[in-house]
């Protein structure tokens, strides 16, 4: 089954190296160190392509949501599959390929593990999503379904954002994450609100897996702002986390 794409996302540029050029220097260099080389320019080329693969999750959410999509269930339940082969390639990859490179490329494979952790999330919780309400009988609520739509397509834009600094190593791209996160949580908050706000009313427990799924969709956006923080250490070298939590005990 073929992924669902955003048809406005921007594709991946590549440098436009001659192939023949590629070929010659190949073949003046011993074998190992042609392999070591791919190693190490691979991992962060399985990074981008989980990146645009979780995007492409997140954005058949939101065709689930607004229409019930059969074909958009199971692309998000590829991109889940497709995202846990890229993590276990990483993962088996990433140990000897660190041991022959020096500080800054081994910080980029680092943050490649980091960010695949994430991303291999995100899918699994694209899926979540929808798992809870796949089952569901009743048509979601016109209200519930404008607010997890509305999240889904933030998250969606916040995940091209991310796509977009870790190639560009540009920061502006992790800022537009970090603010576009509070308005995931206030859509989450809000339609928790509305379910839970009288007690003992029985429309939390009737629509329970509405609540799953926001939630869900809520912890992507951690996940989302987890990256952000990230692109940070790739492109400044220094961490977002530690200084955030260094200025909240000043």
């Excluded at 995100?122 to 809870?132: C, K, N, P, Q, T």
């Amino acid at each position: 089954m073929t992924r669902k794409q955003p048809s406005a996302a921007p594709r991946v540029k590549r440098r436009s190296t001659s192939t023949r050029s590629r070929a010659a220097e190949a073949r003046t260099r011993p074998a190992d160190t042609r392999n070591q080389d791919f190693a190490e320019d691979e991992l962060p080329s399985l990074v981008v392509r989980g990146c645009l693969i979780a995007r492409d999750a997140v954005f058949n959410v939101r065709d689930f949501l607004a229409d019930g999509s059969r074909l958009a269930f199971l692309a998000i339940k590829d991109c889940e599959k497709e995202l846990d082969q890229i993590e276990r390639k990483i993962d088996e990859q990433l140990p000897e390929a660190i041991t022959r490179v020096g500080e800054a490329k081994a910080r980029e494979l680092l943050a490649c593990l980091k960010f695949i952790t994430d991303l291999e999330r995100i899918g699994d919780l694209a899926y979540s999503a929808v798992m809870h309400l796949q089952s569901r009988r009743e048509k979601l609520p016109a209200a519930d379904s404008g607010q997890l739509v509305e999240m889904a397509s933030l998250l969606c834009a916040m995940l091209e954002q991310v796509h977009q600094g870790f190639i560009k190593r540009d920061v502006s791209y992790a800022q537009t994450v970090l603010q576009s996160d509070p308005e995931v949580d206030r859509l989450c908050h809000s339609l928790f609100h509305r379910h839970l706000a009288e007690p003992n009313s029985p429309s939390g427990q009737k629509n329970f897996d509405i609540l799953l799924a926001a939630q869900a969709l809520e912890r992507v956006g951690d996940h989302a702002k987890n990256l952000a923080e990230e692109l940070y250490g790739l492109s400044e070298g220094r961490s977002l986390r530690h200084n955030a939590r260094k200025l909240s005990t000043a």
